[in-house]
Each structure stands twice: as C-alpha cells, then as structure tokens.
C-alpha cells in the first residue's frame, strides 16, 4: 500500500501550485483523506482533510480562501489546489489516508502517510 505526493516545486510568491496523491494498493474511497505540512524546524500541520465521499472539508484557519482539498475515487486520488502562495508556505506537504470515513487534524488518527513533496515559495 502506498501513498504517492507530486506536483511540489519552487514557485514565486503569488504562484499556484496543485499537489496530487496517488493510492496503490488499495482503495482509499471508504476512507477520509487529508494534506499535512511540515516546514524545517517545525511540526507536522494540518492543512486539509476531506470525507471519503468528498462531503465535507476542512482547512487550517489561516489556510481558508487559498488552498482547496478535492479528491476523485475513480481514479484514487486526491489534490491540493493552492493559490496565492506565500513564502511561509514553504515546506514538505504529505497527503495522509485516515482509519475511518472522515478527516481529523489529529495525526495519530492517519495510518498511511505518501513520502511528501516539498513546496518552495520565494519571495
């Protein structure tokens, strides 16, 4: 089983970047899915969760307006469209498949976890 990131980069500050994550092994349509980041330094975040229908949806606070959580069961995916980016958005973004049907900011709550992207904004 395995979880997949991509789409990370170096971008300028007011750049878009969209992130995917790509199920094998397993599907992942019964499960709640979200994006965690982690700059240097510093804790793994909750940026983003969705249910396992695509339901619902939950962002960071600071997060709300810029970045959008989607996800496509057909296909096993799912996306982290990201707008207007900033430099303190830099940093590795890992998508995270949960135990049950809905997201958690709760990490301990994720069994599986992709290997991270790193998202770079300069300034």
Not at 35 to 60: D, L, M, T
Not at 66 to 80: E, Q, V
């Amino acid at each position: 089983v395995q979880l997949q990131a991509s789409g990370g980069g170096l971008v300028q500050a007011g750049a878009s970047l969209r992130l995917s994550c790509a199920a094998s092994g397993r599907r992942f349509s019964n499960n709640g899915m979200a994006w965690f980041r982690q700059a240097p330094g510093k804790e793994r975040q909750f940026v983003a969760g969705i249910s396992w229908n695509g339901g619902f949806s939950h962002y960071a606070d600071s997060l709300k307006g810029r970045f959008t959580i989607s996800r496509d069961n057909a296909k096993n995916r799912m996306y982290l469209q990201m707008n207007s980016l900033k430099p303190e958005d830099t940093a590795v973004y890992y998508c995270a498949a949960a135990r049950g049907a809905s997201y958690s900011v709760d990490r301990s709550l994720y069994n599986y976890w992709g290997q991270g992207t790193l998202v770079t904004v300069s300034s």
